[in-house]
């Protein structure tokens, strides 16, 4: 099996130097967000938030993309709209910023954009689907790629043959989320089935649902035999979980992940972030984050309660401060116990 991922655009070929990979994920993958997840995983493809094809033409759109070129790893664009001609113009643009690859979502359930006709709405209308794609991979040079789900309804809806013909109008690339529209976040993954898949395609299989750590992540490549693997909901909170996984199916030795004392130090920082390019809005933003990464250690229900709480950035700050404190004195104690 292959160490990277080949995915053959029109213009160029793009090497990708890890099976994983960030999820798009509305409201958290951010430029900030993905800069926390590349401090581990320096090779993995980081996809941006799903961004609609005419705020990227009316101008705010372009927020979430700007200057991808100076972040550090490839970042992949994924755009949604059911309006072949909007996707085409806007992925022009996110090539232009930067893009190393564009993704249609073909695959988002929530009703505000699949009731519009896209997203997971394009498992139905696959003519459209089909000249999205072929329109979008005549205006780019980088390649294209789509992500979607196992069907609209149920699983017998002639995915494969979907999937086929997306393969053979210019799809370098096919993410499959093991579940149809309909079964949302409920149930399990179906990895089997992204197997069968895998075998009738040519192009990268990448396969997504369900892989939050290395064991299953081990699990799904041997199910699936996928390119690679994306990661959704396993992230949040812990931003250097890409790493940790990219780091076990390499084979390799001596991940670090954060101890407590690092993990509340991450808060601040993000935090920091947040506040210097959002101001407050970034406070909101952060309170998110923090109720993920706040967990699982002595102490961290009383904490996570009052960060969420605090409408002042200062004090959330002091407050994991005095946290790390309370954690030194008490580890001091504990070893001089142990002595
Ligand atoms: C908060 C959140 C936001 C999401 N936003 C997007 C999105 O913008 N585009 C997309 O294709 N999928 C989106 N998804 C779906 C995920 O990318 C992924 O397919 C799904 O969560 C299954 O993977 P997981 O089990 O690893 O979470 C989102 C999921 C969540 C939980």
Redesign the pocket.
């Known amino acids: 099996m292959s160490s990277v991922i080949e995915v053959k655009g029109k213009g160029f070929t793009r090497i990708i130097k890890s099976k994983v990979m960030l ?6 993958t951010d430029k900030i967000f993905r800069k926390l997840v590349r401090k581990w995983a320096p090779d993995s493809l980081l996809f941006t ?2 961004i609609n094809a005419s705020s990227l033409k009316k101008g705010y759109g372009i927020q979430k993309i700007k200057k991808l070129e100076l972040e550090e790893g490839p970042i992949g664009v ?1 755009i949604f709209d059911n309006r072949p001609f909007a996707v085409s113009e806007s992925a022009k643009i996110a090539e232009d910023s930067g893009a190393f690859l564009i993704d249609i ?1 073909m ?2 359930p929530v009703k505000k954009i699949a009731n519009k006709g896209g997203g997971s709405a394009l498992i139905k209308d696959r003519l459209l689907a089909i000249e999205i794609l072929k329109r979008v991979s005549k205006a780019v040079k980088v390649p294209v790629t789509v ?1 979607t789900r196992l069907g609209w309804e149920n699983k017998d809806e002639n995915i494969e043959e979907f999937l086929l013909n997306l393969q053979d109008s210019g799809a370098a690339m096919i993410t499959i ?1 093991g579940r149809t529209r309909k079964e949302g ?1 409920t149930g399990v ?1 179906d990895w089997e089935m992204i197997g069968r898949i895998k075998e009738l395609l040519d192009i990268p299989i990448i396969a ?5 750590n290395p064991e299953d992540a081990h699990q799904c490549l041997k199910k699936t035999n996928a390119d690679g693997l ?5 992230i949040l909170g812990s931003p250097w979980i890409l790493g940790e996984i990219d780091h076990a199916i390499k084979k390799l030795k001596g991940f670090k992940k954060p101890n407590i004392e690092e993990k509340l130090l991450l808060i601040n920082e993000h935090l920091d972030e947040l506040i210097k390019e959002k101001g407050n809005h970034g406070l909101l933003i952060a309170r998110k984050h923090i109720s993920w990464t706040c967990k699982n250690f002595p102490g961290a229900t009383k904490l996570r309660n009052n960060l969420v709480r605090s409408i002042d950035a200062e004090e959330i700050k002091e407050l994991i401060n005095n946290k790390i404190k309370t954690l030194k004195k008490d580890q001091k104690i504990i070893s001089l116990k142990t002595i």
Do not use: W
Request: a positive charge.
């Open positions: 999820s798009p994920l509305a409201g958290v938030e799903m994924q979502n695959g988002c992500k989320h976040f993954a997504n649902g369900d892989i939050k994306m990661i959704g909901r396993g």
